[in-house]
């Protein structure tokens, strides 16, 4: 299987402006989370998909941040208005039916806000 | 409700020694257990993970880890450490089948 892949894999944005990542799972995996991770931590929770359906949002997930999963295969995360504390690892996983538990990491987008 | 707890945020074990990584969860539900490793500026990489079948479970490069559900402990152990061993190591609960809860992690050092 080819594994989850994220673009872009570096982001150095200014404070202020709008940023949007991409997430393609692994093939036929139905259910998409994203997580963040910022330095010295480990990843929390943002919010996840099943097919096309965004079934739970973390309260982490301000107004400022979407995501979509539009066909029920890649998905995006768009930041509006970015701050300086939205400079994080994010991570895309997937897990398939039957196994939904088992989540398989992407390599992340690690962002930078200046 | 999940958490976990990792104790120990800098583990660091000579080369051909034991690696000991402790993991304690609590989970209001029968929880689901996982342990993955991380290299500087990669992503998450699935170690091993417990689901409900043999206590003890074995993973990928040598790694082993017991559920212990009178200690809610998932200690990750390795009998021989290598020098590619080192890393950042999370341990990671879920209740069901969801969201991943991580621990904050730990990083092992290996010297020669």
């Known amino acids: 299987d080819t594994g989850v892949s994220q673009d872009p894999r570096h982001k150095i944005t200014k404070r202020g402006q709008n940023v949007t990542f991409r997430c393609d799972p692994i093939?036929?995996?139905?259910?998409l989370y994203w997580y963040r991770q910022t330095l010295g931590q480990g990843p929390e929770f943002l919010t996840y998909?099943?097919?096309?359906?965004?079934?739970?949002k973390s309260r982490l997930l301000s107004d400022r941040f979407s995501a979509e999963r539009p066909k029920g295969s890649f998905s995006t995360l768009e930041i509006q208005r970015t701050e300086q504390g939205d400079s994080a690892m994010y991570l895309c996983?997937?897990?398939?039916?039957?196994?939904?538990?088992?989540?398989?990491f992407g390599p992340g987008t690690r962002l930078l806000v200046l | 409700a999940q958490s976990v707890t990792q104790l120990g945020s800098h583990v660091s074990v000579s080369e051909g020694a034991l690696v000991l990584l402790r993991c304690n969860y609590s989970?209001?539900?029968?929880?689901?257990l996982f342990w993955y490793v991380q290299y500087p500026n990669q992503g998450l990489q699935l170690l091993l993970k417990y689901t409900s079948a043999a206590t003890l479970v074995k993973g990928i490069n040598g790694f082993e880890a017991e559920f212990k559900k009178s200690e809610t402990s998932f200690h990750l152990t390795k009998p021989s450490a290598h020098m590619s061993d080192a890393a950042e190591y999370f341990c990671a609960v879920t209740g069901g089948g969801n969201k991943l809860t991580f621990g904050t992690g730990t990083q092992l050092k290996v010297e020669l």
């Open positions: 989970s209001s539900v029968p929880p689901y």
């Open positions: 998909f099943q097919n096309e359906a965004q079934l739970e």
């Open positions: 996983a997937s897990s398939k039916a039957g196994q939904q538990e088992t989540q398989y």
């Open positions: 093939s036929e995996h139905n259910r």
